[in-house]
């Protein structure tokens, strides 16, 4: 069990010293300590709760309101969370108020600061990198949000190699401008990558490592200043992150972080009326928030992602084990989940069904492999099932039950893995389609069939469907995909025998498609459309041409 030491003030040279301390400690002692870390994961309970504060203008600050937090597992009131309530958003107003259109940075102001992050990055990067830090933030990440240790653990190995990939001059080349030349000596225009200035970030609960701290970076790569809100469920683990960040020698005034329930944070949207916020969550939420800002946002809303099994049978087990990874790892709560699955007759006549049963009941509570749903009730989920099971022809393919010998508080979900088989036919029927295409944001999904001459309907359904996320192909038929790719919009589109519909690591765009205000992360182009916008700057020196005479008006 590790027990982590509080340490505060840490300045000049002390981050660097204590880095070097960091890699030298034997990961496997029992007892050793984290000189960012102000809790342990290990020892959060109702005896012992932690508690998540605010940092406004460079302060971290408590609040005379505090929401306490129930244990997903066993209910006990865990973490106390001080949450700004109205009388306590000014100082966020002002904070964002106070900061220039052209940010904290821009290539033609204080461009060290591009060096400084980068390397902010890389020292943040080294201490994810070492296992006592990585098992640290991946328990912590596991008491909140439960999943199992090794998705746990996946969230911080990709938000350990995004700040990898941006260390050093990594940042700078974010600014990357272009040259064009003019029409005449003296004269030439230059693209350049813009700050927003005042921005703000609100993201869910389901990954509350990767997301905010992979949305914050880029915020403050390009030069703006953010106001961080992460779902209260989960925000002590971005703010133990901020203090590792801080450690690492981030500047405490560059990002204000806010505890606040959603009706105080759209208050502070709108007096501080920041130049872009970007929003990860419901789409409900997230239209409300495109109309109060005037469109000032980026989106990366939810989805209900479409799996199609093509034509061509192969590897069966393989697509088995991916299709019950897509639905069902961290109990479906992902934004990424595969939602439906559309099988090609061919695969119809396979034991595939038989086979994701299995590996669905092979999930437990004990290793966190299925687990509490944080945004759905049990009823809920089984309300919605239910209504789909009076759909003509539809039937439970397994699942629909209850976790069984779970302590687990009735504010959330506990369900085994899911699946409703609905007829093709039916799912494109008006009064169904809805219904059938509503995100359940659990461990749930929608299994259907179609026949050959049937890809046309398919692709109906992708069409009418309004989020577009994530998909998968599973096909080696390049005709096959071909069709299917040409005829969708999804923006993260896994092709291939070995296609998923989830997975966002930093090695590649992960956002929607289809709507201007689509938001990416993880790669210098997410970072780049979300973060900055262009500005062009003409310069036109002269010389002005010899017996230059004023011409006649036009």
């Known amino acids: 069990m590790f027990r982590f030491l509080v340490c505060r003030g840490i300045k000049g040279g002390a981050p660097q010293k204590a880095l070097s301390s960091l890699g030298s400690i034997n990961p496997a002692r029992s007892v050793s300590s984290l000189p960012f870390a102000t809790v342990d994961a290990e020892e959060i309970s109702g005896s012992q709760p932690a508690e998540v504060q605010n940092l406004v203008q460079g302060k971290w600050t408590t609040s005379s309101t505090w929401n306490t937090l129930l244990d997903p597992l ?15 958003i000014q100082p966020y107003v002002e904070s964002l108020s106070n900061c220039p259109k052209h940010g904290l940075h821009n290539p033609f ?16 990067a080294h201490l994810l990198s070492l296992p006592k830090v990585s098992n ?55 693209g350049f990558r813009w700050p927003y200035g005042p921005v703000a970030i609100v993201t869910p609960f389901n ?48 990002v204000d972080f806010i505890n606040s329930d959603g009706k105080i944070m759209n208050k502070i949207l709108l007096e501080a009326k920041p130049r872009m916020l970007l929003f990860t ?26 799996k199609i099994l093509g034509p061509d049978v192969q590897e069966v087990d393989y697509v088995a084990w991916v299709c019950d990874q897509d639905a069902y790892a961290c109990s479906g709560q992902k934004c990424s989940g595969q939602s439906i699955l559309f099988m090609h007759e061919n695969w119809s006549a396979t034991d595939l069904i038989s086979k994701l049963k299995d590996l669905a009941q092979r999930r437990k509570l004990e290793d966190l492999t299925i687990g509490p749903v944080l945004t759905f009730t049990t009823e809920a989920m089984l309300e919605h099932m239910n209504k789909l099971l009076e759909i003509p022809g539809s039937k439970l393919l397994f699942g629909g039950k209850e976790l069984e010998n779970h302590s687990i508080p009735s504010i959330y979900g506990a369900l085994k893995p899911t699946a409703v088989y609905v007829p093709l036919e039916e799912i494109l029927k008006d009064k169904n389609f809805e219904l059938v295409t509503k995100e359940i944001f659990g461990p749930f999904q929608i ?99 010899k017996h230059w005479e004023i011409p006649p008006s036009t």
Not at 144 to 173: C, I, M, W
């Open 281 to 306: 969550g419901s789409s409900r939420v997230a239209e409300k928030l495109a109309v109060d800002l005037k469109g000032r946002i980026k989106l990366e809303d939810a989805g209900f992602d479409w």
């Open 109 to 124: 102001k204080a461009p060290e600061r591009y060096l400084h992050l980068g390397d902010v990055s890389a020292k943040a």
């Open 447 to 545: 299994i259907t069939d179609y026949k050959n001459d049937q890809l046309p309907i398919v692709l109906e359904a992708l069409e009418r469907m309004h989020a577009h996320l994530t998909a998968a192909v599973v096909s080696n038929d390049p005709l096959f995909l071909q069709e299917v790719i040409g005829h969708s919009v999804n923006g993260t589109t896994y092709a291939g025998l070995r296609a998923r519909t989830t997975g966002a690591p930093q090695n590649h765009w992960f956002g929607p498609a289809g709507d201007p205000r689509g938001a990416g992360i993880g790669t210098p182009e997410a970072i780049k459309l979300v973060w900055s916008c262009h500005r062009e700057i003409i310069y036109d020196y002269g010389p002005i041409p």
């Open 74 to 88: 066993n209910g006990e009131s865990f973490i106390k969370v001080a949450e700004v309530d109205e009388a306590g």
């Open 136 to 190: 640290y933030f991946a328990r912590l990440i596991q008491r909140v949000s439960p999943k199992s240790y090794q998705q746990a653990h996946g969230e911080v190995q990709v938000t350990q190699k995004f700040l990898e990939n941006f260390s050093g001059d990594q940042v700078r080349f974010l600014a990357r401008s272009f040259a064009v030349p003019g029409n005449h000596l003296g004269q030439q225009s230059h």
């Open 207 to 254: 990954f509350p490592l990767e997301i905010p701290v992979l949305q914050l970076m880029g915020a403050l790569y390009m030069g703006n200043k953010p106001l961080l809100k992460v779902d209260s469920k989960v925000s002590i683990v971005m703010e133990q992150a901020l203090r590792m960040l801080h450690f690492c020698g981030l500047p405490v005034e560059d």
